[in-house]
């Protein structure tokens, strides 16, 4: 499996960013695909999970906020974030759920006052 996030910048608190991750390799459209992020200095969580039928399910600290799709036919999952808050400040990252150990570069969000 091959990750590839993109969508991550800058943006003030209470505004929006959509990521998007491109995956690889016939078998996404048979797995649960998951976003995760890692804030400095802190464990990698699991912040939303889809699955093949789009079943989701999203951390405590983003539900409401923030949406995971996806599309099957384009091998890619989607984060919209809205409301964002300083604390999604962090790099995000996609990989199957559960995890396997092969993880993109993710991309980088940050929020400011």
């Not at 990750?3 to 048979?30: D, H, K, N, P, Y």
């Amino acid at each position: 499996v091959h990750l590839v996030e993109s969508g991550g910048g800058l943006v003030q608190a209470g505004g929006s960013l959509r990521l998007s991750c491109a995956a690889s390799g016939r078998i996404f459209s048979l797995n649960s695909m998951g976003w995760y992020r890692q804030a400095p200095g802190k464990q990698r969580e699991l912040v939303a999970r889809i699955t093949p039928g789009g079943s989701t399910n999203y951390a405590d600290s983003v539900q409401g906020r923030f949406t995971i799709s996806r599309t099957n036919a384009k091998n890619t999952v989607y984060l919209q974030m809205n409301s964002l808050k300083h604390e999604d400040a962090a790099v995000y990252y996609c990989n199957l759920w559960p995890a396997v150990e092969v993880w993109g570069q993710g991309t980088l969000v940050t929020v400011s006052s």
